[in-house]
């Protein structure tokens, strides 16, 4: 899924970003409000980590104005203040959970997932279609009870492809999801990772689950196929 961090401490920012790309996602940074207000309002993103003391906007103003646009990615806003004060205005403004620093990682990542699992739509913490299983947490597909070796950006869009199964997905929509917002090469590149992916969770189990809907994009089928 993909993220956008707005951190005006770099190496923070950097080091986030490494965390939460080891830990599955995508990750496009900001570094002051007003950067991130323009991401947020521009792209399409999960979940938005964010940063109170920021230059240009505060964090608390970014969320407020997120808002009064009709912007509702779930917020998670990352401060150093100890005041509860502070949280219940984040939360006011329209925040959907607020970590305090010093954090872990690991801790953050996982709080992203949950909320995801309960804003906007209903997320399970595992993903299943028919008998094709995906662990977001654990980095684990399986399917038949079978355990499949998928590199990390054939995981993440097998991910998309089943949070939307059903769904038509095109080649920009899984670009902007699943590559981050400096990728400007080749959108056949996705076609590479269907490919790629249909060798791993089709044809070994004789299914036909990622079909191609000609000139609008690709289906994970419901059922699993």
């Known amino acids: 899924m993909r993220l956008l961090v707005v951190e005006d401490d770099r190496p923070l920012a950097r080091a986030l970003e490494q965390s939460l790309v080891a830990e599955g996602f995508v990750v496009d940074i900001a570094h002051d409000g007003d950067d991130g207000l323009w991401r947020a309002t521009e792209e399409q993103y999960d979940a938005i980590v ?107 869009v097998l991910e998309y492809l089943m949070r939307t199964a059903g769904e038509v997905s095109s080649k920009l929509e899984i670009l902007e999801h699943v590559w981050d917002f400096a990728y400007d090469g080749d959108p056949n590149l996705v076609e590479v990772y269907i490919s790629s992916l249909r060798r791993k969770i089709d044809l070994p189990f004789g299914r036909s689950a990622i079909t191609t809907i000609r000139g609008r994009g690709y289906r994970l089928e419901s059922d699993g196929g």
């Not at 940063?51 to 103003?61: C, F, I």
């Not at 006011?92 to 959970?97: K, Q, R, Y």
């Not at 699992?117 to 654990?138: K, W, Y």
């Open 50 to 156: 964010l940063d109170l003391m920021l230059p240009g906007r505060n964090g608390y103003q970014v969320c407020a104005d997120l808002r009064a646009q009709g912007v509702w990615t779930p917020i998670v806003i990352l401060t150093a203040k100890d005041g509860e004060f502070d949280e219940a205005e984040a939360l006011d403004t329209g925040a959907d959970d607020f970590i305090r620093k010093p954090f872990s990682p690991v801790v953050l990542a996982a709080r992203v997932r949950a909320l995801l699992r309960r804003v906007v739509r209903e997320r399970p913490a595992v993903l299943t279609c028919g008998d094709l299983s995906l662990d977001p947490a654990e980095h684990r597909c399986e399917r038949d009870g079978q355990r499949i070796d998928l590199t990390a950006k054939e995981f993440v």
